[in-house]
């Protein structure tokens, strides 16, 4: 059972370059998610998608685009990269939620410096 | 808004010693709570979970409980061991704030190290 895979595992970009965060999920859930987590922060929500087609921005999404053109896969953009954005990256997923108590599935994170 | 707070680390513990890690919460509705463990160089795990007041969640000999008036659900393990040493995430889902989104909010996270 692969669960949620996110690709790359590290990154080095420059300034200003552009790249996508890749995130698949074979487990057929609608939702899905993209969190940073920065030392000491815990995990901060970028973007989320209640199914293909739909997304919405999350706590923290300035800097970064998603789109979801299928249920499996919810790849984060970052357009001009920034030191700021230097961070792990995890992708989630999970059930529709029925009263709130749907655990989320983590991929292993993609983890991503900015120099 | 919806908050976690929980109790600043590290934790440093010998094997075999009582583990207790504090979280609190702040909520809008009735939140399901969640207990997530990070071990080094991976994503998070659910480690147990409690949907309505007064629910114990329990898994691999950890246990807490969810305190309604104390807004509490503190992890706790009678005896850990070298392998328990992780990340410990508290994390909340309220819908009442969040929608049918299922969204979480975590607390900063809790090091624990283990010794032999």
């Known amino acids: 059972n692969a669960g949620v895979t996110q690709t790359p595992k590290f990154r080095i970009l420059k300034i200003g370059q552009s790249m996508t965060l890749q995130c698949t999920q074979d487990m057929n859930h609608n939702y899905m998610y993209w969190y940073r987590q920065d030392p000491g922060m815990g995990l901060k929500l970028i973007y989320y998608?209640?199914?293909?087609?739909?997304?919405d921005k999350g706590e923290v999404p300035n800097g970064y685009n998603v789109s979801r053109s299928t249920t499996e896969d919810f790849p984060l953009r970052l357009e001009l990269a920034a030191p700021s954005q230097t961070s792990v990256y995890f992708c989630?997923?999970?059930?529709?939620?029925?009263?709130?108590?749907?655990?989320?599935?983590f991929g292993d994170g993609t983890r991503l410096s900015i120099l | 808004g919806n908050s976690v707070t929980q109790m600043e680390g590290p934790v440093t513990l010998s094997e075999e010693a009582f583990l207790t890690i504090n979280c609190t919460y702040t909520?809008?509705?009735?939140?399901?709570l969640f207990w997530y463990v990070q071990y080094p160089g991976e994503g998070l795990q659910l480690l147990l979970k409690a949907t309505k007041a007064d629910d114990k969640g329990s898994n691999k000999g950890f246990e807490a409980t969810y305190r309604k008036e104390t807004t509490s659900f503190h992890l706790e393990k009678g005896s850990v061991q070298v392998s328990d040493s992780a990340v410990y995430f508290c994390a909340l889902s309220d819908p009442l704030e969040g929608g049918a989104t299922n969204k979480l909010i975590f607390g900063t996270g809790t090091l624990l190290a283990v010794q032999p």
């Open positions: 989630a997923s999970s059930y529709p939620v029925t009263g709130g108590n749907q655990p989320q599935h």
């Open positions: 998608s209640v199914g293909a087609g739909i997304t």
């Open positions: 909520a809008t509705g009735y939140p399901s």
